[in-house]
């Protein structure tokens, strides 16, 4: 009877310590022996860099907690990277602080006097002012407006002035340049991002020729088909060559190799050579198709300024906080380098170009406290592999952002969704509507800096910043994306390690 009642006294003790203990712990904030299969946040995104796909490469990353800037997880926070199209993070916060959000680009349309009785002029100068983001839709709009001032015909010639920027159409550090879109030229009077589109489909029997369609239908852009079709059944792949060359006035699309019948149309985006040309033949399309006779020839020259001739047209363009959410979200190449440009020419007038362009975007982050030790800075679009960042200035950058009231909610905006939109739609599906980051992608270079909202509530800012992997590019890829899902993930929910869902 004794011995049952100490055992009683003794197990009700320690059932009052173990309540003393967890409160206490409770109180301190410190944790007790964590869950069976729970691992710190640390440790997890540890085991990612450390995993198969990014074991040989060199990585480094940063992240924080937003509130207070507390750091959650640390690998080479400091160490200058290739951080790819990470660098667009810093161009489109140098943008946007040095124009606002609301700022537009604009285009004019002059002539050497009014139109007359009959809504003629002899000439219609055109004065690019470096708008990166003009579509065929908008030189619709642009001539829509156009025929609403009055104007039925050119008796002259359409004469294009693209000298706000000066004629170097790819940074020299980019060495030899492709014709897929993402080389898209630079240029101060553009369409259509300097690109357009080629849908292949097969012919209607074997043998027959290919159908090219080229999108949008410019005589600037003729076809030179070569392809044909062949059997619907039959070994081995087929292929099929779509360029661009230079022609005499013209750039020529060529297309060759085959395409088996029945097989559904294919489109590739190429990129044209002379983006002045491409957007003048776009527009006189468009004037065409309004009932705007141009009977001369299109040709490049200068503009009358506002003083010595008639201004027809001052054509306002998005607004800057539009164009950054097209560059960012798409990671659009010609969009970054034309803002460089136009940091060039707010500096210190035309032209602009990048030999004025990236030093005004460096004085920019400069005075935002944003260049960390070692940034080396030489495009708009991370094209060039040597331009140098560390995780800590992209997270630094990031968090500036986000604190802006002038510009905060665009750049955050801007930035891709994961497995939602942009150029995380078809990724990180286990961080599906979670993170907000943008992408990065070279040969053996990739990136993700964004934001994350944690399990926890809290918001997290992070960059991941991998060089020089040795796997292929989609499991260098996946470990990124896995980087991210541990980030969201509630602390009991097990992922197997090197599964990115």
């Known amino acids: 009877m004794r011995r049952s009642l100490w055992l009683a006294v003794a197990l009700s003790l320690l059932a009052v310590v173990g309540m003393f203990w967890a409160l206490s712990c409770a109180s301190t904030g410190n944790a007790a022996v964590p869950a069976r299969g729970v691992r710190p946040l640390a440790e997890r995104l540890e085991e990612v860099i450390q995993s198969g796909a990014l074991r040989a490469s060199r990585v480094s990353a940063l992240v924080v907690r937003e509130s207070d800037g507390q750091v959650l997880f640390a690998h080479h926070p400091d160490r200058p990277m290739k951080p790819a199209s990470n660098m667009k993070i810093l161009t489109a916060i140098a943008a946007l602080d040095q124009f ?117 239908p410019v005589p600037y852009l003729p076809i030179d088909n070569q392809a044909v079709t062949i059997p619907a059944a039959g070994r081995g792949k087929t292929s099929l060559v779509v360029d661009r060359a230079a022609g005499h006035g013209v750039e020529l699309v060529t297309v060759t190799g085959s395409l088996r019948a029945g097989s559904p149309p294919k489109t590739y985006y190429r990129s044209v050579l002379d983006p002045t040309r491409y957007a003048g033949a776009v527009l006189r399309l468009q004037l065409a198709a309004l009932g705007i006779r141009v009977d001369g020839s299109v040709r490049v020259g200068l503009a009358p300024t506002r003083e010595q001739g008639y201004e027809l047209l001052a054509f306002k363009g998005r607004p800057l906080a539009e164009i950054v959410r097209l560059f960012v979200k798409f990671s659009n190449n010609p969009i970054a380098e034309t803002l460089v440009k136009q940091m060039g020419v707010a500096a210190g007038g035309a032209p602009g170009s990048w030999q004025t362009g990236v030093p005004a975007v460096r004085a920019r982050l400069e005075a935002l406290g944003l260049l960390g030790q070692g940034t080396v800075l030489v495009d708009g679009s991370g094209l060039s592999y040597d331009n140098r960042v560390s995780p800590r200035t992209l997270v630094e950058a990031l968090r500036v952002a986000g604190s802006s009231f002038k510009f905060g909610s665009e750049l955050v905006s801007a930035l891709p969704i994961a497995a939602e939109d942009g150029t995380l739609e078809k990724r990180a599906g286990s961080s599906i509507g979670e993170v907000r980051a943008k992408t990065g992608l070279l040969n053996g270079v990739t990136s993700l800096s964004g934001y994350a909202r944690m399990a926890n509530g809290d918001r997290a800012v992070f960059s991941l910043l991998v060089n020089g992997y040795s796997v292929t590019g989609p499991l260098a890829i996946d470990a990124v994306d896995r980087f991210a899902a541990e980030l969201v993930r509630p602390e009991g929910e097990l992922l197997p390690a090197g599964i990115a869902r």
């Open 100 to 216: 606002g959000p609301t700022h537009r680009f604009e285009t004019l349309a002059l002539s050497p006097r009014p139109p007359d009785a009959n809504g003629a002029i002899e000439t219609l100068f055109v004065r690019g002012g470096g708008d990166p983001v003009l579509n065929s839709e908008d030189w619709w709009r642009f001539s829509a407006d156009l025929a609403m001032r009055g104007l039925r015909r050119v008796s002259g010639d359409l004469v294009l002035d693209d000298s706000l920027f000066d004629r170097q159409r790819w940074h020299p550090n980019w060495g030899r340049t492709s014709s897929r879109a993402y080389h898209g030229p630079v240029g101060a009077l553009t369409a259509n991002y300097g690109q357009f589109a080629v849908v292949v489909g097969p012919g209607l029997r074997p043998g027959d020729p290919v159908s090219v369609i080229v999108d949008p």
